[in-house]
C-alpha cells in the first residue's frame, strides 16, 4: 500500500442530474444496474495501492452510508488502510459555505493524524479507469507541488462543460484553465482529479480565507494560477473517460456501455471494478423472456421482452410487457402487458398491468422512486 498518500473522493463537486439525484448524491446513483459511481473511484484507489480514503460528502450522507455498508462491505483494516466519511455539519446549515475545502477545515485531523505527503482527489461524476501509481510517482519524481489530470476531449462542445478546460505550455504546465462554454470542438479539459503536496493543500488552505470564503477547491486552484506563480503540471490521460454532468448524459453513456468495445475499454480484466454484493440468486427468466442486448442484474424475474435496456436487481417482469431503451432501478415490478420505452424507472415503483410509461429519444420519461401507477 502506499502509505504516504491518502485519497479523497469529493462529491462536493457533483452535478445535479434533476429528480435523479434529489434524494441520493450522484456518488451512491446506480449505475449499470449493479454499481454506484463512487464505486469506481473506490476500485482505482485500491487498485492504485491507496488504502487510506477519505470520502468528502456534501449532503445525503445516508445514501452513501447505505452503499458503503457503514463500513462494514469494504475492506477496513487499520493496519493496511482505512475509509473514512467526512462531512462538513455546519456547511450543511449553511449551504454556500458547504464545500470541499470548509469540509477538510472541519475535518483536519485526517491530515494532522497521517503521515502522509500527497493527497490525491477524484471526482464521481467523471467515470474511468486509471492507474494513479506511475502519474504518483511521476509527481514525486518532477518534485511537483501539484498535478492535474486531463484528457483530449474531441467533443467538448457537447461534453464536460462546466468542466474546467486548460492551456498548456511547452513543458505541460497549465497557464490558463477557464470554464469549458461549449464552443470548441476540441479541448484539454480537466478530469478533477488532482494530485497536491500536503504542504500545497496547507498553502491553499490558508489562504482561502482571505481570498474568498465561497470558494471551493474548483475555484481556488484557478485563482492561485492567476495571482501567484504557483505552478501545476499536467499528466495526459488516454482511455474511456465520460462526464456525468446531466440526465440524458447519465442515460446515454449507460446504453453506450452495451456495445462490446465500449464495454471493453471501462471494465478490463487486468483492472477490477468493485461493488457492494447482495446475497441475492441469479435473474430467472421464464418460457415467455425474450431478452436482448441488455444488462439484467441478479434476483431479476424475466417473463417479458427486454431490449437495448438496463435492470437492476430483483426487477420482475411480467408477461406480454415489452421494456425497451429503458433502465429499470431496483425492486421495481413492471406487471403485465406494461409498455416501457425511453423511460428511467426509479427504485421500489410498481407499474400496474397495460400501463405505458414512454418518451423519446433525447427526452428521457422519469418515474420517481416509489410510484406506483
Not at 54 to 72: A, E, F, M, P, Y
Not at 134 to 142: C, F, K, L, Q, V
Not at 301 to 308: C, D, L, N, P, R
Request: hydrophobic fraction near 35%.
Amino acid at each position: 500500500m502506499l502509505r504516504d498518500v491518502i485519497g479523497l473522493i469529493d462529491c462536493h463537486n457533483c452535478p445535479e442530474l434533476g429528480p435523479l439525484t434529489a434524494n441520493r448524491p450522484l456518488a451512491s446513483t446506480s449505475f449499470l444496474g449493479r454499481f454506484a459511481f463512487i464505486d469506481f473511484c473506490l476500485s482505482n484507489f485500491t487498485n492504485s495501492e491507496i488504502g487510506n480514503i477519505g470520502i468528502l460528502v456534501k449532503d445525503h450522507q445516508r445514501s452513501i452510508l447505505k452503499h458503503l455498508g457503514n463500513n462494514t462491505a469494504w475492506l477496513r483494516n487499520t493496519k493496511t488502510g482505512l475509509e473514512q466519511i467526512l462531512t462538513n455539519e455546519r456547511g450543511i446549515l449553511n449551504p454556500p459555505y458547504n464545500h470541499d475545502i470548509n469540509n477538510l477545515k472541519e475535518n483536519d485531523w485526517i491530515l494532522y493524524s497521517s503521515n502522509a505527503s500527497y493527497l490525491v482527489f477524484v471526482d464521481p461524476h467523471i467515470v474511468t479507469n486509471i492507474d494513479l501509481r506511475p502519474i504518483i510517482e511521476e509527481h514525486i519524481d518532477r518534485r511537483e507541488t501539484m498535478t492535474v489530470v486531463y484528457s483530449e476531449v474531441p467533443d467538448s462542445d457537447t461534453s464536460f462543460l462546466n468542466e474546467n478546460a486548460i492551456e498548456l505550455d511547452e513543458d505541460n504546465y497549465v497557464i490558463h484553465t477557464e470554464k469549458n462554454d461549449g464552443k470548441r470542438k476540441n479541448a484539454k479539459v480537466s478530469l478533477s482529479i488532482w494530485i497536491i503536496n500536503r504542504t500545497g493543500l496547507a498553502e491553499i488552505i490558508k489562504r482561502h480565507g482571505s481570498v474568498n470564503p465561497l470558494y471551493g477547491l474548483k475555484q481556488m486552484i484557478p485563482y492561485l494560477l492567476r495571482a501567484s506563480p504557483f505552478k501545476i503540471h499536467a499528466h495526459r490521460h488516454e482511455g474511456y473517460v465520460r462526464c456525468f454532468d446531466s440526465l440524458e448524459n447519465y442515460v446515454r453513456y449507460s446504453f453506450e456501455l452495451l456495445e462490446p468495445d465500449v464495454y471493453a475499454q471501462l471494465f478490463r480484466p487486468d483492472w477490477p471494478i468493485y461493488t457492494l454484493t447482495h446475497d441475492t440468486p441469479p435473474a430467472l427468466y421464464g418460457e415467455t423472456a425474450d431478452v436482448r442486448n441488455s444488462f439484467v442484474a441478479n434476483g431479476c424475474i424475466v417473463q417479458g421482452k427486454v431490449s437495448h435496456s438496463i435492470l437492476s436487481r430483483e426487477v420482475k417482469v411480467g408477461p406480454g410487457s415489452v421494456i425497451e431503451d429503458s433502465i429499470v432501478f431496483s425492486d421495481c415490478a413492471i406487471g403485465n402487458d406494461v409498455v416501457v420505452k425511453n423511460a428511467l424507472i426509479d427504485k421500489y415503483c410498481v407499474v400496474t398491468q397495460r400501463q405505458k410509461v414512454v418518451g423519446r429519444e433525447g427526452a428521457t420519461a422519469y418515474l420517481r422512486q416509489g410510484a406506483i401507477l
